[in-house]
């Protein structure tokens, strides 16, 4: 236990507005930090992060014991920023013993991260093998497909879901708390027709797992939700806790929002924070329903306060986004307001086409850096990642360096997955995927061959033994007894971590080199894998964290490193949430893109829509560009050839709203002229050519 003061001073508060100041002091009282719920509805750019921070600093502070305090936030980079804020607010208030409190606060990190590691606490308990190994994504969708070709799916006489498709229902399924028949008409009516088969390979894919001792990224909340159902368990568990706080609560799932009812049926000690104006993940399931919803879950209901003061965007941005989200049909209420009131309206900019887009985001993207605005403090949002084609073309014309978020992950390389499963197997002896996947790096050893050695592991009571007992394969030549060997000293763990990672790298080098032409490149990866890998304690935990977490992609497809000290920010609006530029450029703002096409179906799926809109619109600080491209062209397989077609405004921008924007029309009038000009003219070439020589 820290100890603190016996009246600490709160002068470390007084920066903090009123709002943000009711949020951090709620509950806590003399002799007391527990207290209620709380949620805190903290609107874009209102000093959230700040807020949840000073908030652990203020239970610390006050008494409560760090080692007790659970916080979950989307990503372990959020978590451990949090950490050193509440580490900085400590220091000042407690001295050099303040330092101690970022290392006693081991409860910090994603859902799927504390998920992990208390399955691995409850283990034997709950008939799980501590041992466990997590698939990724795409794993766990190899592992899909290998049931479905088992069950003899892959070659029904109509066509049966892709391992892709199937392993999504699975997930919504799992994440949402649905029975099959209700995703499928929801979410996937093209494959209603198998609900039955569906429901079969899921059975399948289920066992498949259990025999080999891996989970996926929903049996990670999957197993806790079953586990917290068990009130034995659910009491411990909420026992080992006196506060829960929970960050963008608005992207939690119905699973997610199970588990923290049963962490604290009664919701003593927990704080959720989010803004359901921000809610725009329901492709994974996510539902606004549980920030909307919490207050009501608890009697007496929850404490709210709503922090609307914003400390990023200009007046006229902020009056424009609370005019478009001033339409959703049902939310906090909450008016994000500022003091920042220098700036000009929103410019809503019309345009013929998509390359007049991209030719206006480039220009204005160089007057600005020409007055003092660098390439890193703009950024060009999209509703989806192939928006940016005609863009990227010109930005690349011009030499201007840009980089694109949304893209490959680190974990995606082909080499990067070849290593980790190498890892992964030595963790896990029974994991069929990263077995078969490694197997096949060998020459001569082909899926035939794989699939028989693999099956006489599983037979084994010692795998790694049977491995080294199986007849070398035809053509594999030393590469086999230099794989047997390793896996062997990998399986012992005699190097010892991360001496561990530095074993399976120099193994692979040789199949690196082998396999792929730019080896150079893809080494450069690894190295920096190995260098990750160092900063962990355990091979366990860096295979755990690092598959829930991966880092960016150095580059797409292990190219080289951008070397330009500043670059344009492309990125999808998902992908830019929690961030912020001063100029900021949204793309095709039109019916068919905002709202997109697909997302019309419903009301539900309409005001997610204009949320996205929403976010993209709080992410500028000073200067924020609307644009109107109004003409697409369509690419058709007929015989007529390419067509355009003509899109409006957005429906999430009224008429009754325009004059919260500066209407503009892009290029100016005398260049249009000058356009119009060159397209009357007729000028036969022909003749004149032919006249040069008469």
């Known amino acids: 236990m820290i100890e603190s003061p016996l009246a600490a001073p709160v002068a470390y508060l007084d920066a903090l507005n009123p709002q943000q100041r009711s ?31 000073h908030r652990v600093a203020h239970l610390v502070v006050s008494g409560a014991d760090p080692r007790r305090i659970l916080l979950m936030t989307f990503s372990r980079r959020a978590a451990t920023e949090m950490t050193r804020r509440v580490e900085r607010i400590a220091r000042r208030v407690m001295g050099p013993a303040g330092g101690a409190v970022a290392d006693a606060l081991t409860w910090a990190g994603t859902f799927h991260g504390v998920g992990a590691r208390l399955l691995r606490d409850y283990a034997e308990q709950i008939g799980l093998d501590p041992a466990f190994t997590i698939h990724d994504r795409e794993d766990s969708a190899d592992l899909m497909n290998l049931i479905r070709h088992e069950l003899g799916f892959s070659k029904t006489e109509s066509r049966f879901p892709t391992k892709g498709s199937c392993l999504a229902i699975y997930s919504r399924c799992v994440n949402a708390e649905a029975a099959i028949e209700e995703t499928l008409a929801a979410s996937y009516p093209w494959c209603a027709g198998w609900a039955a088969e569906l429901r079969q390979l899921f059975a399948a894919y289920v066992e498949a797992k259990q025999r080999q001792h891996v989970l996926d990224y929903d049996d990670l909340l999957l197993y806790w939700a079953q ?88 007046a006229p941005i902020l009056a424009a986004a609370n005019a478009v989200i001033g339409q959703a049909r049902e939310r906090f209420t909450k008016n994000l307001w500022t003091d920042r009131d220098s700036g000009g309206r929103p410019r809503l900019v019309s345009l013929r086409d998509e390359s007049d887009q991209a030719r206006y985001v480039v220009e204005t993207v160089l007057e600005n850096r020409e007055t003092g605005a660098a390439l890193k403090q703009q950024a060009v949002l999209f509703r989806t990642s192939h928006h940016s084609g005609p863009l990227e073309i010109e930005l690349t014309r011009r030499n201007i360096p840009f980089v694109k978020f949304g893209g490959l992950k680190f974990l995606d390389a082909a080499h990067v997955k070849d290593l980790l499963a190498l890892l992964r197997w030595a963790e896990n002896p029974r994991d069929r995927v990263a077995g078969f996947r490694l197997l096949q790096l060998l020459p001569g050893v082909g899926p035939s061959s794989a699939q028989r050695i693999l099956d006489r592991m599983a037979e084994a009571s010692s795998p790694v033994a049977a491995l080294a007992e199986h007849p070398q394969p035809p053509r594999s030549g030393a590469d086999w007894a230099s794989f047997v060997d390793t896996m062997g000293q990998l399986a012992c763990k005699a190097a010892g971590w991360p001496a561990e990672f530095e074993l399976a790298r120099r193994w692979y080098e040789p199949h690196l080199e082998r396999i792929h032409e730019d080896a150079v490149t893809r080494q450069a990866d690894i190295l920096q894998l190995e260098q990750i890998a160092s900063g962990y304690p355990s091979r366990e935990r860096f295979l755990t964290e690092l598959t829930l977490d991966p880092p960016d992609a150095t580059s797409d497809n292990a190219g080289p490193p951008l070397k330009d000290e500043d670059y344009l920010i492309l990125s999808t609006v998902h992908s830019a949430k929690g961030q912020e530029w001063k100029s900021v450029f949204v793309l095709n703002v ?71 924007f500066e209407s503009c029309a ?11 000009a060159a397209q009357g003219a007729r000028i036969d070439i022909g003749a004149r050519m032919r006249g040069m020589w008469r």
């Open 227 to 314: 586990m917290a159902a068990e009130p034995a368990i659910a009491a411990d568990l909420g026992a080992r806790f006196d506060h829960v706080m929970v960050d963008e609560y608005q992207d939690t799932n119905r699973l997610q929002s199970s588990i923290l009812l049963a962490l604290k049926p009664d919701g003593a000690g927990l704080t959720v924070v989010g803004d359901d104006a921000q809610s725009i993940y329901s492709f994974r399931a996510a539902t606004v329903r549980n920030i909307l919803d919490f207050p009501r879950q608890f009697t007496p209901p929850a404490a709210v306060v709503t922090l609307d003061r914003n400390y990023r965007s200009t």
């Open 23 to 53: 949020a951090v002091e709620h509950g806590v009282h003399a002799g007391a930090t527990v207290g209620p719920p709380l949620l805190v509805i903290a609107g874009a750019g209102s000093g959230k992060t700040n807020t949840l921070a």
């Open 666 to 676: 892009w290029p100016p009038a005398p260049a249009e002229a000058a356009r119009a």
């Open 590 to 660: 039109v019916d068919g893109c905002f709202p997109s096409d697909l997302g019309t179906g419903t009301t539900a799926e309409i005001e997610e829509e204009r949320r996205l809109l929403y976010v993209a619109m709080t992410r500028a600080k000073d200067d924020l560009h609307i644009l109107l491209p109004q003409r697409f062209f369509k690419h058709q397989q007929s015989a007529g050839g390419d067509r355009h077609v003509y899109a409006s405004r957005t429906r999430f921008i009224p008429p009754q709203l325009l004059a919260h």
